[in-house]
Every structure is written in C-alpha cells, then in structure tokens.
C-alpha cells in the first residue's frame, strides 16, 4: 500500500497528459490537446462569409459549413475563402435540420456552432473551448452575461427570450440567461444525448434543455452578438418563438421520470423509507 493511501489530504494523481505533439498552442500561453470542428449553417450567405472566415482562429482543426440549398454563391465563396473547407449539402430544410447534419460531419473532439450572417464573431472562439478544457460539458454564449451585449435585439425578441428563458430555467432549474442564442460549444462526444433532431430555430433550445436532461455541466460565458452584415434574417419571431415554446413542451412530456419526481412518487418513496 502506497504511504499516500492512507492520507486522506493527498493529492489525487495526475491524469496521464497527451504527448506534447498532439498540443495546438492557442496563444503564446495556452495549448490545447482537443481537436476543434467549427460548424457553420449558412443559405444566402456568400457576401458575409468573407467577414466571417476573417474572424476564425488559424488553430481549428476544420470548418464544415452546411449549404442550405443557396442560390447565390455561398459554397464557391467558400471554397474560395478556405480550399480545405467541408462543404455538406443539408437533405431537409431549416437550421436545426443544418446543424445536425453539420455535427454528424465533423470529426473534432470540440464542436462550436457559429452563424454565417456576421452576427457571432469567431475570436470568441476561444472563450468557449477554454470553458470545455478547464471542465464544462456544454458551453453556451450569453448576450447578458457581464461582457456580452448585442446591437441586434429588437423590443419582441428581448421579451420573448426572457419569457423562453425564464420558463425552462423553472422547469429544469437551469440558470441559463439567454435561451435562444445560436452561439454554443460542446464535446462532440455528447453528441448522443443532444441528439438533435428538429428541423427549425428552436434548435439551440431543444439543444439546452437535452443538456440539462442529461446532467451535463453547462457553462456560459459572455458574447456580444453584432447586426447582420449583408441579407435578411431568416428569423420570425412570433412564428419561431412559438416553436421554441412547443420545443419547451414536448421536451417536458417527455422527460425522464427519476429528474422530476412526482409528488406522489415521492410520498410514497417516504412511506416505504418509514415502513
Ligand atoms: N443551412 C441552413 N442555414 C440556415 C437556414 N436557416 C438559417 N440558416 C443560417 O443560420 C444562421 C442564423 O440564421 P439568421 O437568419 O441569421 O437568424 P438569426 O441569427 O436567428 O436572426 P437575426 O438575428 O435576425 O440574424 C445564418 O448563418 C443562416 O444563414 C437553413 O434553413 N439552412
Ligand atoms: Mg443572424
């Protein structure tokens, strides 16, 4: 038996490191082990995309955008911006259908879903996947965190989301404070219990509330999210916030019995601790 066995004020011991070629450096003091898939759904977005791919970090492993059937020049902009690019052409229609397709496309350990339209600024990136190395599961951007903000959120949205945001946070006793915000990061390895299977904007929705389903450590750090550069929102915010509440619904139904015990389910456990 080893003389730190039995002290229970040992250190436990240090997990066993990658060698240090398979390390990225991010910066002059930060190097990563993890790969980083950037995914990013796009229809219609050939003139912001330049704007976009500016703002990406050198050190991510790949960029696979999801063409939503556009019919302007979005995929030969795209290649032209970065040659080794994924280019995955989504089979049905809307944003959540593109992401999910995006996702089953990558192959890094860090997934992080940004917009095509200039809204979400990549040099955020690294915010987001220092969260998921120092220890979260799920990372989500907030426009109200302290150093978010956005030049974007009409009187409608910010009330609909607080609305959104407030009714999940009370059924799953998350402390989320932006609900529908499309800049998120996770470990493709949860990508099972996210199991994104929705097909609109109610997608980054269905997606926190899988991952508070699911016990996943959930984190959120500060964004600010800017206007559209070029184009228009495919957005509509009654018609898509009432799918984010139906998303909300349906999730509720459908959870699992053990997260929320009933009231009688739990007299009656009493009863029997009594009996
Ligand atoms: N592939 C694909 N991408 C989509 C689809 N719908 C939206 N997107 C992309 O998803 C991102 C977000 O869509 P936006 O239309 O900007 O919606 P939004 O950001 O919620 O709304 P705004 O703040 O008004 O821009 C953009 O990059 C769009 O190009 C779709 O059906 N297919
Ligand atoms: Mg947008």
Same mark, same amino acid.
Do not use: H, K, M
């Given at each position: 038996m080893s003389p730190d066995s039995t002290n229970p004020a040992a250190k436990p011991p240090l997990m066993s490191m990658p060698p240090v070629e398979r390390f990225t450096p991010l910066t002059p003091h930060l190097a990563i082990s993890p790969t980083v898939s950037v995914v990013v759904p796009a229809m219609n977005e050939a003139e912001n995309l330049p704007h976009v791919f500016a703002t990406?970090?050198?050190?991510?492993h790949e960029i696979v955008l999801v063409d939503?059937?556009? %019919?302007?020049?979005t995929v030969a902009v795209a290649k032209k911006l970065r040659p080794n690019i994924r280019v995955v052409t989504q089979t049905g229609k809307g944003k959540g259908d593109a992401l999910a397709a995006g996702f089953a496309a990558c192959t890094g350990d860090i997934i992080v879903m940004i917009d095509a339209?200039?809204?979400?600024?990549?040099?955020?990136i690294i915010q987001f996947v220092g969260a998921l190395v120092t220890g979260a599961d799920f990372v989500k951007g907030s426009? #109200?965190?302290?150093?978010g903000g956005s030049d974007d959120l009409t009187f409608t949205r910010t009330f609909g989301n607080k609305m959104l945001t407030g009714l999940v946070n009370r059924i799953y006793g998350t402390q989320y404070?932006?609900?529908? #915000?499309?800049y998120n990061a996770f470990w493709a390895r949860h990508l099972d219990v996210l199991n %994104?299977?929705?097909?609109?904007?109610?997608v980054e929705t269905l997606m926190n509330i899988r991952a508070a389903k699911a016990g996943l450590k959930i984190q959120e750090v500060p964004s600010h999210e800017r206007c559209r550069i070029h184009g228009e929102s495919n957005l509509r915010a009654v018609r898509d916030g009432l799918r984010v509440l139906r998303t909300i619904i349906k999730e509720w139904r459908t959870r699992p019995a053990a997260m929320f015990p009933e009231p009688q389910a739990a007299t009656a456990a009493a009863d029997q601790g009594a009996a």
């Open positions: 990406l970090p050198q050190w991510i939503g059937n556009s %019919v302007d020049d339209d200039g809204s979400t600024d990549g040099r955020e426009r #109200y965190a302290t150093g404070s932006d609900l529908c #915000y499309g %994104v299977d929705c097909p609109g904007f109610e």
